[in-house]
């Protein structure tokens, strides 16, 4: 039997509501520092009105979303220490740097990395992004790709005015030149 005394001891250390205070002491059969520890495995300081969708939640919700944020920026930026930027011909690897220092390189030496970047793909380089897994995406596949589309409408399209007009030869009929002002 569960008591009233039961259900507001653990409503007080969780900040739950009556009814899953009930339900937490029914799973645990009254015990309610095994129905905490169910609370907060499940929940993990989340309370359960905040799941259920009622206006209450916890202190500790709030810490927890703004630590979840700084988890997830790390995860981030651990994932492009990890992807890399591969150069790479048929003799072999050039290039393989993570794209964090990739992007730094972009950032604070533009003039150097953006004419070498360039120069890499003239030489035919094979520049890649590879992914901790081994998805591999090929960046100048993919600009290749572009240019060609972009050449081909080119071509297809007439020119608007033509570059030169066609003058016609003076015809041999005449034994003499005309000038004509206007």
Known sequence: MITLEQVDQ???????SYEEAKELLEKHNGDVLEAIVDFEKNRKGKS????????????NTQYRSGS??????????QLGFDCRIVAEDHKGILLNIPV????????????????????LLVLRYKISIIKPE?????ISAVLKDVTDK???NNQNQPPDKPEYQEIEPPSEK?????????
């Open 68 to 77: 979840d944020f700084w988890k997830k920026v790390r995860e981030f930026i």
């Open 48 to 59: 359960y009105s905040h799941q259920k969708g009622y206006n209450s939640f916890s202190e």
């Open 100 to 119: 964090n220092i990739m992007i730094l390189l972009v950032i604070f030496l533009p003039y150097v990395m953006i004419p070498a970047f360039i120069l």
């Open 150 to 152: 972009f050449a081909a």
């Open 10 to 16: 653990l409503r007080k250390r969780t900040n739950c």
């Open 134 to 138: 081994g998805t591999e995406y090929n």
């Open 174 to 182: 005449d034994d003499y030149n005309e000038i004509i002002i206007e």
